[in-house]
């Protein structure tokens, strides 16, 4: 069992930025995608960005320009670095990985924005 861990949330500013790492405890290279997803309170979870094995990066709408996400390798990790914070995008994030009969998540990082 592969096993995820987040970090990198914390309070911060509208306007400011957070780096969100996603350490992984086996080669990410196995799975199909990695991705970010985001849960607030009273709403449902939902994909932030994803990566795939060929490298290939999709966003939801309302972080398109302000969020990046990337991967090393060799090191096992998946970042996300969110920058513009907007009070919005305060919620618990999520490291996913998933692949063919293969579906992990982390615990979840919080990540608060402050108007």
């Known amino acids: 069992q592969v096993q995820l861990v987040e970090s990198g949330g914390g309070l911060v500013q509208a306007g400011g930025s957070l780096r969100l790492t996603c350490a992984a405890s086996?080669?990410?290279?196995?799975?199909?995608?990695m991705g970010w997803y985001r849960q607030a309170p009273g709403k449902q979870r939902e994909l932030v960005a994803r990566?795939?094995?060929?490298?290939?990066?999709v966003y939801v709408d309302s972080v398109q320009g302000r969020f990046t996400i990337s991967r090393d390798i060799a090191k096992k990790t998946v970042h996300l670095q969110m920058n513009s914070l907007k009070p919005e995008d305060t919620a618990v994030y999520y490291c996913n990985a998933f692949g063919v009969a293969m579906n992990y998540w982390g615990n979840g990082t919080l990540v608060t924005v402050s108007s």
């Open positions: 086996a080669s990410i290279f196995v799975f199909n995608h």
């Open positions: 990566i795939t094995n060929g490298g290939s990066t």
